[in-house]
């Protein structure tokens, strides 16, 4: 009776956690993220191995109702490049939830590990990213939380497929989306603006995937102290409200001009101008023979291992959070325009973009539970339990953000 714990309307039948152990061996723990603990499980008679998630209920209502949207979710979804649900469990202290076990390396681990790495072969991931989001959004789901880490090749095969993971964010779009939330280098405008979102959120964010994996640097970055975090988000979000990065040299020299165009055609300000993920699949770049095969390894694997952190943040435990606080712009603001530079494609230019609002940190890292954002912006930026807030994760990659993060 997996899968039938939980259909809305029907008496609450819960599981026996006997149930779950007679199934399946449950390993130790794996990693711990925010709302929840991750297992591998063997599935005692096939003896084929799973991921399992399992989120406590006695950790609050915020965790039940992740894991009552992840569940949701998944069981709506069927890509060969999403990772499946397999079996889904209630018991009453306790949310199951297995799910196919990608055993593959994180993209960056690939990058690094290759002889010879092309934009063809930049181009070939995104394809498939775009073909599941564009899956994802024919459906009305927005991710919301799409980037580097949540994507991962789903065996160690040489021509493994690459697998997106990771849904507890994710929402079904029924009208625009107010609440902010996701990982503060991949945020689309609108969502820093405190605007309403939907869909084009996700493309913007696989423009961000897409410019580090060309270049090896993110696009918006901030070269405040480690521990300035109410600068360096005050400054970070200030450019990506603008739109405000480059295709600078040395790195971009040798990126052809079709690539540049899809990368700020996805991060376009204007959420209403911004290429579709359908759109983007179209793109000569990715549908056609305008992607190079020059070889960039050197370069981008350069500026990988020393924007990113990599023996560090691939250690980490990535379940620390930080609650940064959002003011809504004032309405008075007048818009600012910033080109990106540096292509054939032309300045990326906003139009009326707010102004960015203001950021206080509560500075503290924690493992606990996230208040529910509030979509009612506080009047003043002085923190308070009213304001809205955006759930950060610190094992973003970011040449700030590498020392937040918690070893194990």
Known sequence: MPFGCLTPGEKKNYNNPSEVTDKYDLGQVVKSEEFCEIFRAKDKNTLKMYTC?????????????????????????KHPNILQLVDVYETRKEYFLFLELASGREVFDWILDQGYYSERDTSNVMRQVLEAVAYLHSLHIVHRNLKLENLVYFNRLKHSKIVISDFHLAKLENGLIKEPCGTPEYLAPEVVGRQRYGRPVDCWAIGVVMYILLSGNPPFYEDADDDDYDNHDKN???????????FDSPYWDEIS???KNLVACLMEVDQDQRLTAQEAINHEWISGNAASDKNIK??????????????????AVRVTTLMKRLRAPDQSDSGASSPATGTSAGP??????PQPPAVTSEGTPSTTETPTPDPTPAPTPTPAPEQTTVTVETGVPSQCSADTLTEP
């Not at 970070?236 to 480059?246: N, P, Q, S």
């Open 298 to 315: 050197d370069g981008v694997c350069a500026q990988i291992e020393k924007n990113f952190a990599k023996a560090k943040w691939k250690k």
């Open 348 to 353: 990326v230019t906003p139009s009326n973009d």
């Open 257 to 259: 001009d079709s690539a």
């Open 236 to 246: 970070l979000f200030r450019k990506i409200l603008a739109g405000d990065y480059e």
């Open 53 to 77: 998630k399992k989120f406590l209920k006695k950790d609050g209502r915020k965790v039940r109702k992740a894991a009552k949207n992840e569940i949701l979710i998944l069981k709506m979804v």
